[in-house]
């Protein structure tokens, strides 16, 4: 199957600093790149939807200028935690898509674990 | 009420049991349904993917949805130590032209050799 990679896969930064995350799609062309969050014993909720050379589109409640995300190229998205927080501690989870593929065709990253101190 | 509900659990077993997981949604303009594995932080692996109202069997793993009552269910026989993991449903829904998963909030699954 199609291979997703995150980097990195934890970071511990200190509150008020940035921590980019990146997501990478290793043998496909990724157009749209998905990314989720998840508290511990919690269900994965969609930050936000990125599709290469466009704007990310952001879920009701999500700070864009919070979380940058870009997506680049076909097959890197980053998604950068501006001025961090304690309470943006949480496990980070990228999913990709190629175009034309089914919803089902979406393949998810390991996770990136941060924790803001 | 949530879009999709899904027993958190936990949920332990024996080894060698027919495991049964549910997902009930309010939404009737989902599309698809899937079933996630999720082992400890790693992320998920599709399991089933189904988008009809019946049954769907891979080996020993049958996927159920009965769409009249919003209703899914994915069944795991035999089941294996190795099957102990978090077990995510998740439905896809069309917004604006844009495909998107909504998932349930996991079951945690042990497997007791």
């Known amino acids: 199957g199609a291979v997703v990679s995150q980097h990195p896969s934890r970071v511990i930064c200190k509150s008020g600093t940035s921590v980019k995350i990146e997501c990478r799609s290793l043998?496909?062309?990724?157009?749209?790149m998905f990314w989720y969050r998840q508290f511990p014993k919690q269900s994965l909720m969609l930050m936000a939807t990125s599709n290469e050379g466009s704007k990310a589109t952001y879920e009701q409640g999500v700070e864009k200028d919070k979380f940058l995300i870009n997506h680049a190229s076909l097959t890197l998205s980053t998604l950068t935690v501006t001025s961090a927080h304690p309470e943006d501690s949480s496990f980070y989870i990228c999913s990709a898509r190629e175009e034309g593929t089914r919803i089902d065709e979406q393949y998810f990253g390991p996770g990136t674990r941060l924790t803001v101190t | 009420q949530k879009e999709v509900e899904q027993d958190p659990g936990p949920l332990s077993v024996p080894e060698g049991a027919i495991v049964s997981l549910n997902c009930t949604y309010s939404n009737s303009a989902f599309q698809y349904f899937m079933w996630y594995r999720q082992y400890s932080r790693k992320g998920p692996e599709l399991l089933m993917y189904?988008?009809?109202?019946g049954n769907k069997e891979d080996g020993r793993f049958t996927a159920q949805v009965d769409k009249s009552s919003k209703y899914i269910s994915l069944f795991i026989r035999d089941s294996q130590p190795s099957d102990s993991a978090t077990y995510l449903c998740?439905?896809?829904?069309?917004?604006?032209?844009?495909?998107?998963?909504?998932f349930g909030q996991g079951t945690r699954l042990t497997i007791n050799p």
């Open positions: 189904t988008y009809s109202s």
């Open positions: 043998d496909f062309q990724a157009t749209t």
């Open positions: 998740a439905m896809s829904v069309t917004i604006q032209g844009a495909q998107k998963l909504v």
